[in-house]
């Protein structure tokens, strides 16, 4: 043994998602990864982007969030329900994401922060219903 501490798996997922977040995501404004670990330890990363073949203006915030597709929505393509073992996002989910989650039958998310003028009670509010833990890493 080296004596070196390793991450635990949602703090490597977490780390991992921030990662994504700083090296993949073009808007300028809010950089959002997401990391998912599945059931048998192999890992799928999603970043806030442009769908594709699209272009988007970045500079322009009302038209960007129109067109922007979420971290949490690009990961989640690449998984089946009832395969993710670790969910964790560097922001937290919006309604149209948790209903994503939900469907995917992930029961805890893990996310790194709330947006300053972001009301989070409505998505609390519907992770309860849906029996998925939302936890602050």
Excluded at 31 to 42: A, H, W
Excluded at 78 to 91: D, P, S
Excluded at 125 to 135: P, S, V
């Amino acid at each position: 043994m080296n004596g070196r501490k390793r991450l635990s798996w949602e703090e490597t997922a977490m780390n991992l998602a921030f990662k994504i977040a700083e090296y993949r995501s073009e808007d300028l404004h809010t950089q959002v990864g997401c990391c998912i670990i599945k059931k048998d330890n192999s890992i799928i990363l999603g970043y806030n982007g442009a769908p594709s073949g699209q272009e988007i203006d970045w500079e322009n915030r009302e038209e960007k969030r129109k067109r922007v597709r979420h971290a949490e929505a690009n990961a989640l393509d690449n998984v089946k329900a009832g395969e993710v073992k670790i969910f964790c996002v560097t922001h937290f989910p919006c309604l149209q994401c948790i209903n994503a989650i939900a469907n995917k039958l992930v029961n805890k998310v893990y996310y790194g922060m709330i947006l300053p003028n972001y009301d989070p009670d409505e998505v609390f509010k519907i992770a309860k219903e849906y029996k998925i833990d939302m936890i602050q890493a």
